[in-house]
């Protein structure tokens, strides 16, 4: 789905409308070029589930996380490798302990600085900067398997 944004308010409510679809256990993948929105999606994400404290770009701790209370959601795990040179700077981070459980919502900013396949996402959000912003959401969850069709 495609969604145009004007202003900051506006990004954080098409955050707020994706929340409504999560239960916990989802990694999400925000790409974009640089000041394209995607730290403001995941504040969007992130005050939508109840955190109201200061949501900023992880850049020098590469991950912040943000506690909360939900029926199912418990944590969110802010990621961000924009400054990962060496793959090698990611196993130390232990972020498989936490990465896909059921309590947390994972968001990784610049994802595509992690080797592909080390971690799995189960929605992407595309950002692009401009007038409008675009944010462009895809879930990768498998297509729940309906009832067979009947030709
Ligand atoms: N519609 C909009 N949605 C989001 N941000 C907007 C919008 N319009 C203007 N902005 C501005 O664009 C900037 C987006 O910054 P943000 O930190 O969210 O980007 P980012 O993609 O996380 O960048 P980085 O790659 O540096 O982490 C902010 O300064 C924000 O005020
Ligand atoms: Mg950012």
Known sequence: MRY????EEETKKIAADFVRDLQGGEVVFLSGELGSGKTTFVRGIAEALGFHEPV????????NRY?????NIKQILHVDFYRIDDASEIPPLALEEEIGQPDT???IEWPEKAPSGMFVATH??????GDPYVF???SLLPQREGFPRLL
């Open 4 to 7: 145009e944004s004007h202003n």
């Open 124 to 129: 992407q959000i595309i950002c692009h900067g």
């Open 105 to 107: 919502v994972t968001c």
């Open 67 to 71: 506690p909360v209370e939900n029926v």
């Open 136 to 138: 462009t959401i895809t």
């Open 56 to 63: 900023r770009s992880p850049s020098f701790t590469i991950v």
